[in-house]
């Protein structure tokens, strides 16, 4: 599989997994409903690891922009990081689409026009960009740092495990399981404020499909909160680059 189309897969499938089960807890009338913050995050960590299986072997699977400017700044990437990125907002976009339309009749039940625009993107539960910006920077440097620094790990290392050969989900580098419990961690400990975005394409692509799907009686899509889950995560993914290169030498 050609690296950018399984980036968008990769991204699609995170989205429809993450944004699913925000709609399922939220939406009105859902078998769901209500369910609260542990199933969204315990959702949003298996979403990270279905992606990351589907696209890990063709990609890396970054399936997120501040993944792929964080290991290309730390020069662990050298490959089209602009394809990348372009991949990875199509398939949130593709993702999110597809999640509107499997809750559609959700979407129509449900009157909270704020509850419909949580199914897309992110926004602070108290509002102040700044500190919003703040949190979503300190949440992706935790988890590009987390990334960055298991490139050091293997078993040469490790105590008895001098001659064991890594299995396919990886221990001497961050595997997929491991990825997926950064995530749910992340959304436990740091995702309160802002609904822990960590991801650009995660927030702007299914925001634009916000603005542009017939959603019955929506909202506008906030489009004066919409840089700080793009510009926060860039800002953690390049200090987390910067600070895994002082660290490394």
Sequence with gaps: MNALVAEFLGTMILIILGNGVVANVVLAKTKGN???????????G????????????ASGAHLNPAVTLGLTAA???????????????????????????FYRAHFIA?????????????APNIPGAMQAMFCEALG??????????????SFE????????????????SLGLVPVALLVFGIGLSLGGTTGYAINPARDLGPRIMHFLLPIPSKRDSDWE?????????????VIAAAVFLITSR
């Design 34 to 44: 209500g369910s609260g913050w542990i199933v969204i995050t315990a959702g949003w």
């Design 46 to 57: 298996i979403a990270v690891f279905v992606g990351a299986l589907c696209s890990t072997k």
């Design 75 to 101: 020069g662990k990437f050298e490959g089209n990081a602009v394809g990348y990125i372009i991949a990875q907002m199509l398939g949130a976009m593709a993702g999110a689409a597809l999640v509107y339309g």
């Design 110 to 122: 449900t009157d909270n026009a704020d509850d419909k625009l949580a199914c897309f993107c992110t």
């Design 140 to 153: 992706t440097f935790v988890l590009v740092f987390a990334i960055l620094m298991s490139e050091s790990a």
């Design 157 to 172: 290392n490790m105590p008895g495990l001098e001659d064991a050969k890594p299995p396919i989900l990886g221990l001497g």
């Design 225 to 237: 909160y919409a840089w700080v889950p793009v510009v926060g995560p860039i800002v953690g993914a």
